[in-house]
């Protein structure tokens, strides 16, 4: 479900947030523009378009994974 998804990528926007990722930088890992990217984090209501809403969720997937992995062979 798209909604549940977005509550997700919300939270994990913010842990990246902490690791001192930016809605810049993670605009130009993705592709997506940037103010989409902040909107999309900062108002609720505010929903991406499929195909933007499929790459965000598929590289904060990959990201997260990575930094599990890094975080645990430290």
């Known amino acids: 479900m798209k909604e549940i998804e977005s509550i997700k990528m919300r939270n994990w926007i913010n842990n990246l947030k902490e690791y001192g990722f930016t809605y810049l930088s993670i605009s130009k890992y993705t592709g997506i523009n940037e103010r989409s990217i902040r909107d999309f984090h900062k108002n609720k209501d505010h929903n991406l378009n499929d195909k933007h809403h499929k790459k965000l969720h598929e590289w904060l997937l ?4 990575l ?3 890094t975080e645990q062979t430290q």
């Open 67 to 69: 930094i599990i992995a």
């Open 62 to 65: 990959t990201t997260k994974s």
